[in-house]
């Protein structure tokens, strides 16, 4: 199985300020035939489910601001938010689709500082 | 627009069984494999398996073989999710989730199933 790795755990951010959040994966989810990677971020707020950010590491989903960028490649990967707003508050978790069983990291809680 | 609409809440006790719904709407619903994905309280995301929606065969991921069971009505574009011999560590809210048009990514999600296994 790919274990996915995030961190920080919880991270701290003052409104307008940029926010990092970093995933590792034990192997990579690189398909070196279309180079695509397997990867994607979802956020979730309290009593709700998940919702897709990124997905190809990199790819905006439709209708996500433009502060959410994704990057890396391989096993190293990143979520960034460039200028943080209220509404970011939440949990972050990135995924792995490139093999099966499709793997979860742990989250990261980013909170407003 | 796409949409899953998930069964309500369920209290039950241990050892009984439950049944979890989730609406597909808005798309052909045997076009998309379905997943289901676990959230215990206050814990992170974890993936049960998924069905195959045209064909009804089930996938289960490890810890999720025996007491769960994946089914479909696809006549009324329905995904169930059913576990038996509930204990109380299968306290959770349970999500359905589709797969995207392109890969394996999951979008959109059902509201979510909370269920409570308490005496």
């Known amino acids: 199985d790919i274990v996915m790795t995030q961190s920080p755990d919880s991270l701290a951010v003052s409104l307008g300020e940029r926010a990092t959040i970093n995933c590792k994966s034990s192997q990579s989810v690189l398909d070196s035939s279309n180079n695509n990677n397997y990867l994607a971020w979802y956020q979730q707020k309290p009593g709700q489910p998940p919702k897709l950010l990124i997905y190809?590491?990199?790819i905006r989903e439709s209708g996500v601001p433009d502060r959410f960028s994704g990057s890396g490649s391989g096993t190293d990967f990143t979520l960034t938010i460039s200028s943080l707003q209220a509404e970011d508050v939440a949990v972050y978790y990135c995924?792995?689709?490139?093999?099966?069983?499709?793997?979860f990291g742990q989250g990261t809680r980013l909170e407003n500082k | 627009q796409v949409q899953l609409v998930q069964s309500g809440s369920e209290l039950k006790k241990p050892g009984a069984s439950v049944k979890v719904s989730c609406k597909a709407s808005g798309y052909t619903f045997t076009g998309y494999a379905m997943n289901w994905v676990r959230q215990a309280p206050g814990q992170g995301l974890e993936w049960m398996g998924w069905?195959?929606?045209?064909?009804?065969?089930?996938t289960y991921a490890q810890g999720f073989t025996g007491r769960f069971v994946f089914s479909l009505d696809t006549s009324v574009s329905t995904a169930y999710l059913q576990i038996s011999g509930l204990k109380a560590e299968d306290t959770a809210v349970y999500y359905c989730?589709?797969?995207?048009?392109?890969?394996?990514?999951?979008?959109?999600w059902g509201q979510g199933t909370l269920v409570t296994v308490s005496s």
């Open positions: 069905i195959n929606t045209n064909t009804g065969n089930p």
């Open positions: 995924q792995q689709y490139y093999s099966s069983p499709i793997t």
């Open positions: 989730a589709r797969v995207s048009s392109f890969n394996n990514w999951f979008d959109p």
């Open positions: 190809w590491a990199s």
